[in-house]
């Protein structure tokens, strides 16, 4: 069993845009944000960085 802490991307801007299909403020979708605590570090490093591109397609600006 791993100690290490889970990593996320949680901007604490929760606001799940159903147009969108994901999150305002860290770009994940309902199921990803329900799920997260039992996603391996690599399927979560693997959604982590698809992020970004989320935001872009959308053309919506992510929060820092």
């Keep these: 069993m791993s100690t290490e802490p ?3 991307p949680c901007k ?3 606001a799940v845009d159903g147009r969108l299909g994901f999150c305002r ?3 994940r979708t309902l199921k990803e944000i329900g ?3 039992r996603y391996s570090h690599e399927e979560r490093d693997l959604i982590m960085d ?3 591109d989320r935001f872009i397609a959308a053309g919506v ?3 820092a």
Excluded: A, T
Aim: with cysteine; glycine share 22%; hydrophobic share 20%.
């Design 6 to 8: 889970i990593k996320s």
């Design 12 to 14: 604490r801007l929760c």
């Design 25 to 27: 403020g860290c770009g």
């Design 35 to 37: 799920g997260w605590s």
């Design 50 to 52: 698809e992020l970004g």
């Design 61 to 63: 600006e992510q929060p």
